[in-house]
């Protein structure tokens, strides 16, 4: 299970989804009610935020045990990518509420989740090739 290179990517994906949760993808302040006040912008900042990224660490977690069925698995890696760059748009579209701010370094982990679920959808891909390059010459 482990030692396919997908399930590293997965592993990746399922890794930094969790950190996500934890360390901000924006930093900067919020006018509420007439008063600028300090705020962070992470995956528990709004309710499509935790459903998303929640989704995401879901679904690579579920797609690393689905080693042996790789049509599945296929699909759900691309079941991940649509649900992490629809998270990435909606971070996007929160940012546009703060009045000032900057992207923190710890941004790289919802673009890590990405490019995990995309390089594991390639080593399944080329996986799913062998395998029936093989069947061929039976």
Known sequence: MIQRQQSLW???ST?????SFKL????GTKKINEMVSAAELDGGSSF???V??????????ITIFLFKDRKL?????FA???VAVLTLIIYFAEMRKFE???ISLSCLFTFATLIGFIMAARGIWKDEKLVKSLDKLR
């Open 52 to 61: 998303l990224t929640g989704a995401s660490l879901l679904l690579a977690l």
């Open 48 to 50: 499509f935020l935790v």
């Open 24 to 27: 901000p993808f924006y930093n």
């Open 73 to 77: 698995q296929l699909k759900l890696c």
């Open 80 to 82: 991940g990518i649509a």
């Open 15 to 19: 890794i930094s989804s969790f950190l």
């Open 10 to 12: 997965l592993l990746l």
């Open 100 to 102: 000032t701010g900057t």
